[in-house]
């Protein structure tokens, strides 16, 4: 599937994404407030960006933590 937002005018399309994954990004994003439908401001693309970066960060120290108790 497609995926298509606009940033300050700009429409920005990921093509041929994994359904799911289509899914995931797409609910993400409305959650961090990007609008589909409408025009959306830099700062919410940033927001956006930010939560799945904590995300991604949270599960690198969750699998450390887990490695580390698995080799002790």
Known sequence: MDLTISIKGLR?????LDND??????ADLEKSGIDFSRDNSV??????YLRLAAKAY???KEIENIIKD???
């Open 58 to 60: 949270n599960y690198d």
């Open 21 to 26: 994954f289509y899914e995931f990004i797409k």
């Open 70 to 72: 698995i080799e002790s």
């Open 43 to 48: 700062e919410a693309l940033f927001t956006a």
């Open 12 to 16: 920005i399309k990921a093509k041929k």
